[in-house]
């Protein structure tokens, strides 16, 4: 999970910022408009997402101080979270909920070019958007991956294009999707594996391999406060 902001200019109900959560095994995306981001308010919007989607086991969390502090850590203890944290300065640690925040920016941008104080207006349709498409990684739709069924899309709505679902007993609704779903996450679980297995082979094409001996000098990247960089010996 990640925060956004503060973006310029608020909406006009005076967000500032955006609490963003991706779920790494469904892609399954969250997005929550924020007026302010101190640690109680984040916590709220986190209690609030856990009561409709369920408690994850485990999170990666931002080093920001709002999803670190100690009051975020008793709220974690008290759920049963595991609370992880990034690696400091390496974005590709967090790389989906980084790339799903590049897609939520450039979209909003585009949408709210006209009236962008109503950038808050636009999250959920994006969101829906987002979740009924197939990801790449998975070959699934988020929204397919969490919930055991396909979305019913706008165009479906107006052309009536809907197949009548099945009629089945509660036991059938029950125990038919649970099968599905474990052979339907075995599938994207797989896909997962060649998803990654692409990505590392591009990247070995030009990484080296450097030994580095004891007492050896090397260069540092640090990020300053103003966003540039500096190197130090």
Excluded at 142 to 169: A, M, S
Aim: hydrophobic share 35%; with cysteine.
């Amino acid at each position: 999970m990640d925060i956004v902001g503060p973006i310029n200019p608020p909406s006009e109900a005076g967000h500032r910022f955006s609490l963003t959560i991706i779920d790494y095994a469904t892609r399954y995306a969250e997005a929550v408009p924020l007026r302010k981001i101190d640690t109680k308010t984040v916590a709220e919007a986190l209690v609030d997402i856990y009561s409709r989607l369920g408690v994850p086991e485990e999170g990666l969390y931002d080093q920001g101080t709002q999803l670190m502090s100690d009051c975020m850590k008793e709220v974690c203890r008290l759920l049963g979270i595991k609370q992880k944290a990034t690696t400091p300065f390496h974005p590709m640690c967090n790389r989906l909920v980084e790339r799903f925040n590049a897609t939520l920016k450039t979209c909003l941008r585009r949408l709210c070019s006209e009236q962008p104080r109503q950038w808050h207006r636009y999250i959920n349709p994006l969101l829906f958007a987002y979740r009924e498409v197939p990801q790449e990684s998975t070959h699934f739709a988020p929204f397919e991956l969490l919930y055991r069924r396909t979305v019913h899309i706008l165009r479906e709505l107006w052309t009536k294009d809907i197949e009548e679902p099945e009629v089945k007993t509660s036991y059938e609704y029950v125990l038919n999707p649970r099968g599905r779903l474990e052979d339907t996450l075995k599938i994207a679980r797989k896909e997962l594996e060649k998803a990654q297995e692409r990505q590392k082979h591009y990247y070995d094409r030009t990484a080296k391999c450097r030994k580095l001996s004891v007492g050896e000098k090397v260069l540092v990247l640090l990020p300053t406060d103003s966003k540039k960089y500096q190197l130090r010996v």
